[in-house]
Nanobody
Framework: QVQLAESGGGLVQPGGSLRLSCAAS????????MYWYRQAPGKQRELVAR???????YYGDFVKGRFTLSRANAKNTVTLSMNSLKPEDTAVYYC?????????WGQGTQVTVSS
């Protein structure tokens, strides 16, 4: 069974920064991709960023250089550094993992951007 443990959400003012981390444990392919998705109230879940097993990174268009996805020294841990946060970034952020698309999901962590 794969488990994904997310941490780092919270309340931040517009223009502020947050760092989200996700640690994967259990048995999964070393070729898996790790993802961050988000879902705002009343909206569909959308891809924020993903990193492949070869460390190829893709960002959603709305990121526009504000977020950085990186892999920690432990191969199964990724960090999403979010800067210049906007109120529209408010959402539940989910970590996911999978070999061909996200198959396993974390419980999500709330990010609220508000003054």
């Amino acid at each position: 069974q794969v488990q994904l443990a997310e941490s780092g959400g919270g309340l931040v003012q517009p223009g502020g920064s947050l760092r989200l981390s996700c640690a994967a444990s259990g048995i999964f392919s070393s070729f898996s991709t790790m993802y961050w998705y988000r879902q705002a109230p009343g909206k569909q879940r959308e891809l924020v960023a993903r990193i492949t097993s070869h460390d190829i990174i893709y960002y959603g268009d709305f990121v526009k250089g504000r977020f950085t996805l990186s892999r920690a020294n432990a191969k199964n841990t990724v960090t999403l550094s979010m800067n210049s946060l906007k109120p529209e970034d408010t959402a539940v952020y989910y970590c996911a993992l999978g070999l061909a698309g996200p198959n396993y999901w974390g419980q999500g962590t709330q990010v609220t951007v508000s003054s």
